[in-house]
């Protein structure tokens, strides 16, 4: 019975903890060293989660809420293995894809056509497999007059949309999802959720960062609510959008190091 119901469960997170330093006075050029050299430094600590424990089961699709700086984008990147946690563990139950912030698997000197291939490595995919993919990431995509062209002279939606044409085209089982559904105008929009569906009719897990709360209301099962570094609610996505509203979205987060 503990077995099948381990079985169910695509990602579990127990007690997830992510702090990063912070200097006060950045040092970015040669005479900032000179100045600053005998100069004591001073740091902070920012902490970007605090002891966050969920489970998600396999074949949903959660929303992630919260204001910026809530520790949203930390979170999607340490169930992407991008971050290592400070302390805390993620179970991982099946093969992940993540669509995160622009420039994450991408090398601006490549072509569209070699960063395809490159992600598909990064991902654990054979050249041969990305062959067979890369016609539909490609149409996906709506960028055949420019595969060719260094992704350096894409604009930044172009990126976007070939980096989230990647990620749904890998054949993963988890998706992890970074503002997916304000990719593109409004007919790749509509493709893109076109795609949600396909996902959700083949039993796939979604994990969704949105600030479009009325796309988490509509598409996700459940939603979660960070707020600080803390989950401050976790249920269905009228509840936990309506608390936002009223709680939350104007509140202090109040982090301590």
């Not at 993963?172 to 997916?180: G, K, Q, T, V």
């Amino acid at each position: 019975m503990e077995r099948k119901a381990a079985d169910s469960i695509a990602l579990a997170v127990r007690n997830l903890s992510k702090s990063f330093v912070i200097p006060h006075e950045k040092i970015d050029t040669m005479r900032s060293v000179v100045v600053n050299v005998f100069k004591k430094k001073s740091f902070e600590t920012f902490r970007a989660l605090d002891d966050v424990s969920f489970d998600i089961r396999k074949g949903e699709f959660v929303g992630i809420i919260g204001r910026n700086g809530s520790g949203k984008s930390t979170l999607l990147k340490i169930l992407a293995g991008i971050y290592e946690p400070d302390s805390g563990v993620v179970s991982v139950n099946g093969r992940v894809s993540p669509f995160l912030e622009l420039g994450i698997g991408f090398n601006p000197e490549l072509s569209g056509r070699d960063n395809i291939f490159l992600n598909g490595a990064i991902l654990g995919i054979s050249r041969r497999g990305m062959e067979e993919r890369f016609g539909e990431i490609v149409e996906f995509s709506e960028l055949s007059r420019f595969i060719d062209q260094k992704l350096k002279n894409y604009s930044s939606g172009m990126q976007v949309r070939l980096a989230f044409s990647v990620s749904i085209h890998v054949n993963r089982d988890i998706l992890l999802m970074d503002e997916a559904l304000s990719v593109g105008d409004e007919s790749f929009q509509k493709k893109c959720i076109d795609k949600f569906e396909e996902y959700r009719r083949d039993g796939k897990t979604v994990v969704l960062v949105s600030h479009g709360l009325e796309s988490i209301r509509k598409y996700c099962d459940r939603a979660m609510l960070l707020h600080g570094g803390r989950l401050a609610a976790i249920g269905s996505p009228d509840e936990v959008v309506a608390l936002y509203r009223s709680e939350y979205i104007s509140a202090p987060l109040n982090r301590t190091s």
